[in-house]
């Protein structure tokens, strides 16, 4: 299963992406910001929804800016590839339904082109 993750990975890693490229450390802060959570509780083990979620738009965004991979990005929240890629394939799915998810997102991503 573990190559099949990195094949993934790899596969998603070539797509092409905006310009900008933030380090995680860059934008884990926002994230928390914009959840109101503290960084530590996206490292912690743990399913409770608000943390997930954080998790899930770090990725996303993450990954869409060109900044990390998603080993990369789980690596750096304590969670393996295949936990990110799965919650990071299923975020779009839900912005139909969930208008603030999707505006979370862009406002996010938003922000990270005006730090640039």
């Known amino acids: ?16 992406r905006p310009a900008v490229k933030r380090a995680l450390r860059d934008i884990l802060p926002k994230v928390c ?9 996206l490292k912690v083990p743990g399913q409770q ?8 738009v770090l990725g996303w965004v993450a990954w869409e ?20 890629s799965s919650s990071v394939r299923r975020l779009p799915a ?13 406002k996010l991503q938003a922000g990270l082109l005006e730090a640039s």
């Open 33 to 41: 910001q914009v959840y109101g959570i503290e960084e530590a509780a």
């Open 65 to 84: 800016s060109g900044s990390a991979s998603l080993t990369e990005a789980g690596r750096y929240v304590n969670r393996d590839v295949g936990t990110m």
């Open 94 to 106: 839900r912005f139909p339904d969930e208008p603030d998810l999707q505006a979370r997102v862009e």
């Open 1 to 16: 299963m573990l190559g099949k993750d990195r094949f993934l990975d790899q596969v998603l890693s070539n797509v092409l």
């Open 49 to 56: 929804r608000m943390p997930s979620e954080a998790r899930a």
